[in-house]
């Protein structure tokens, strides 16, 4: 059975897309940027950035009944190889003890105010 998890925000229906997707015993959980989608504001740094991505990510995969314990697979996008360094201890203490595998992309992202996005996928622990 497939299931469509929404974060509320208004990309999703305009891109046509879902926040995440459960399929089985998967969640696949889409790049993910920094919004606070509960203001629909983007913080100025990094930092700030990188913990609403993982808020976010949060929600969709409790709300997907998935743990980020769950979370098998990462993919980082930054838009300045700089920002390594100050986003490596925050994914750490996210993902530290889950050491899921993982790969960090130095790219452009759709909007200038866009620093990072994540993407997640998971696979429910038996």
Request: glycine fraction near 8%; proline fraction near 4%; aromatic fraction near 10%.
């Amino acid at each position: 059975m497939r299931r469509l998890i929404s974060s509320g925000s208004p990309f999703e229906r305009t891109a046509g897309y879902s926040r995440a997707v459960v399929q089985g015993d998967w969640c696949f959980v889409s790049g993910t940027t920094g919004y606070d989608y509960a203001t629909m504001t983007m913080p100025d740094g990094v930092e700030a950035q990188t913990r609403n991505c993982l808020a976010t990510i949060r929600k969709a995969m409790d709300e997907a009944g998935f743990a980020l314990a769950d979370v098998v697979r990462c993919h980082y996008y930054l838009t300045d190889a700089s920002f390594a360094d100050i986003v490596f201890p925050i994914l750490g203490e996210a993902f530290g003890e889950i050491r899921p595998a993982a790969t960090m992309i130095v790219c452009d992202l759709i909007k200038p105010e866009m620093l990072i996005e994540i993407e997640v996928t998971a696979l429910r622990q038996r």
